[in-house]
């Protein structure tokens, strides 16, 4: 049974950092891509950034250059530190495991509970 715990989320002023982490377990995590969506009130969830197994990263034009994505393959775990947070950014983000393309978007095989990260303005 795959479970994906997140931490490290809260309230953080605009211009501030926070490091969401991800611990997985009851999966090969080596071998899968991994990633991080985030769901704001009202919106769909959509892709922040992903992993694959081999390492290469890939973002949201939105978060390009103020977040990153890493994994740790001997702790299974995947962290995103996330640098120069907006206002916009205030959501829930949710850790993803399987993370793969699928006709004309992305697929997900398991989710994590979520986590909020509120930005203050």
């Known amino acids: 049974q795959v479970q994906l715990v997140e931490s490290g989320g809260g309230l953080v002023q605009a211009g501030g950092s926070l490091r969401l982490s991800c611990a997985a377990s009851g999966i090969t995590f080596n071998v899968y891509n991994m990633g991080w969506y985030r769901q704001a009130p009202g919106k769909q969830r959509e892709l922040v950034a992903t992993?694959?197994?081999?390492?290469?990263?890939n973002y949201a034009d939105s978060v390009k250059g103020r977040f990153t994505i890493s994994r740790d393959n001997a702790k299974n775990t995947v962290d995103l530190q996330m640098n120069s947070l907006k206002p916009e950014d205030t959501a829930v983000y949710y850790c993803?495991?399987?993370?793969?393309?699928?006709?004309?978007?992305?697929?997900?095989?398991?989710w994590g509970q979520g986590i909020q990260v509120t930005v203050s303005s």
């Open positions: 993803a495991a399987d993370v793969r393309r699928g006709g004309s978007g992305w697929l997900v095989s398991s």
């Open positions: 992993i694959t197994s081999g390492g290469t990263t």
